[in-house]
């Protein structure tokens, strides 16, 4: 009786072991599962930035306020009716060090 015991289990042992470290068993689904929420994260934030960039070809494409907007701030440009005034304050000479 002790040899059959010992024979069923080593026979549900020796099922179990390809459920847990297979290659198709659960510590290899648990593992792909973490991989795969891992990629569906950094998808979302890649989402994001390339609706981002979209919206801004978008509005390179369609619209010359950017592209204005972009000259004026990066490039200081103007255009040809306008006058540019810049204002610099005095400065005020501090007290002299003994």
Same mark, same amino acid.
């Given at each position: 009786?002790?040899?059959?015991?010992?024979? &069923?289990?080593?026979?549900?042992?020796?099922?179990?072991?390809?459920? *847990?470290?297979?290659?198709?068993? *659960?510590?290899?689904?648990?593992?792909?599962?973490?991989?795969?929420?891992?990629q569906k994260a950094k998808n979302?934030?890649?989402?994001?930035r390339n609706a981002a960039l979209?919206?801004?070809?978008?509005?390179?494409?369609?619209?010359?306020?950017?592209?204005?907007?972009?000259?004026?701030?990066?490039?200081?440009?103007?255009?040809?009716?306008?006058? &540019?005034?810049?204002?610099?304050?005095?400065?005020?000479?501090?007290?002299?060090?003994?």
């Amino acid at each position: 009786m002790r040899i059959l015991g010992a024979i &069923f289990v080593a026979l549900i042992v020796l099922i179990q072991y390809p459920l *847990w470290l297979g290659k198709g068993g *659960w510590l290899r689904a648990w593992e792909v599962e973490r991989q795969v929420d891992a990629q569906k994260a950094k998808n979302r934030q890649l989402e994001t930035r390339n609706a981002a960039l979209a919206a801004e070809v978008r509005d390179l494409k369609t619209g010359t306020e950017a592209i204005e907007e972009r000259a004026r701030h990066e490039l200081g440009m103007l255009r040809p009716d306008e006058i &540019f005034y810049q204002y610099v304050p005095d400065k005020k000479p501090g007290p002299e060090p003994h």
